[in-house]
């Protein structure tokens, strides 16, 4: 069982009371590492006026579809291997005995649903040896697709070898190299050199042995950025667009004094969701549709602006710390209902054809896509 938290973010609370007493605020990975689960666990680091703009997608109904429901395809190809329905169970967490016991849960759901699992940052697992096994899921899931994880500042400092036998000790399909300036900035401790990013991604594309892609952490990625990264051999992408969790809410939470008001002003930062799958598309690169994907109706309005697949991130937490087990899969019962429902009502039979589904775009989608 879960060791959960039913406090909500009282330990938070508590903890920075301790800090505050100290004059700072704790940057021990661990402390961290617990501080983002309840976080993420509550409605608190939402973005609180941007949205995804996927509700801005409105897809043309099919009276007549010649299709019956048990007809349906969800299945899809991504990164190597195939999907029983096309959904990511995002990185969230690892590194400590709590996230260790999400990790395999979820893992293992995502086992017997046929989805995809991405791991957490695993610069944890690098600064403390010892935590290495909260990110091993393969005994729970041995044939899921499993994504690796690593910051590209970290990655920019390390040789291609070392962040291959990273991946292989989880045995990870593929890496997913992220980027996260935005919440960088606002962390308590957190990178302040940028450098070197994209010819981290060009190495690590040309010598790692295994798919290299490229992740946002809530900010969304842009069209300049999606066509640098495809110009030195990514392919795939993780968006992790602005309108679900905010990742600089998070730190913002954690932090005090001036680097609060900082995190202030930048909490509602982003490209939203909806426009970085098209710029990513767009630039030939495949997208995952992370960042504020609620439902199927969600999954489908991404897989029709060109995703391959949604990743689902904190609804899943929050499923699975109020129900357990059982709450995630019913969670994930509802979501791929309503995929299929969408998928009916469109006329499509397999979901890659929700990419070629009519729709309807609203203004304020068709203006950022005319920026872009």
């Known amino acids: 069982m879960l060791p959960t938290r039913r406090t909500g973010t009282a330990g938070l ?72 329905a096309p959904i990511v169970i995002a990185s969230m967490t690892g590194g400590t005995e709590r996230a260790g016991a999400i990790n395999r849960a979820l893992a293992a759901l995502a086992e017997r649903r046929g989805y995809g699992f991405g791991l957490g940052s695993q610069r944890a697992m690098q600064k403390r040896p010892e935590s290495a096994g909260t990110f091993r899921v393969r005994e729970v899931a041995p044939t899921a697709l499993v994504i690796g994880n690593l910051g590209v500042v970290q990655a920019r400092e390390q040789p291609t070898d070392a962040i291959r036998a990273l991946i292989d000790e989880v045995g990870a399909d593929a890496l997913f190299l992220h980027m996260n300036p935005a919440q960088e900035l606002i962390q308590p401790g957190g990178d302040r050199d940028f450098r070197g990013g994209l010819a981290t991604f060009e190495r690590l594309v040309r010598e790692l042995g295994k798919p290299v892609v490229a992740k946002e952490t809530g900010c969304g990625i842009g069209r300049r950025v999606a066509e640098r990264l495809r110009a030195v051999g990514v392919t795939a992408c993780d968006v992790s667009g602005a309108g679900g969790t905010s990742w600089v809410a998070v730190e913002t939470l954690r932090a005090e004094g001036a680097q609060r008001a900082l995190g202030e002003r930048f909490w509602d930062w982003g490209v939203p969701t909806a426009v970085s799958v098209v710029w990513a598309r767009r630039a030939g690169l495949v997208p995952i549709a992370t960042g504020g994907i609620q439902s199927g109706l969600d999954v489908a309005r991404a897989l029709a602006l060109g995703a391959r697949a949604a990743g689902i991130a904190r609804p899943a937490l929050r499923a699975f710390e109020a129900g357990g087990e059982a709450g995630a899969e019913a969670f994930f019962d509802q979501l791929e209902a309503e995929l299929r429902t969408a998928m009916l009502l469109t006329g499509c039979r397999r979901a890659a054809e929700l990419a070629e589904t009519p729709r309807v775009l609203g203004p304020g989608l068709e203006r950022w896509l005319a920026a872009g």
Do not use: M, N, Y
């Not at 941007?50 to 010649?66: C, G, I, K, N, Y």
């Open 13 to 84: 609370s508590k903890r920075h009371g301790a800090w505050q007493e100290q004059g700072r605020v704790s940057t021990d990975i661990q402390a961290r590492k617990d501080d983002h689960l309840d976080l993420c666990a509550t409605d608190r680091v939402a973005f609180r006026e941007r949205s995804t703009l996927l509700e801005e997608v409105s897809l043309v109904h099919d009276s007549l579809p010649e299709l019956a429901l048990d007809q349906l395809d969800t299945s899809v190809e991504l990164l190597g291997k195939r999907l029983r």
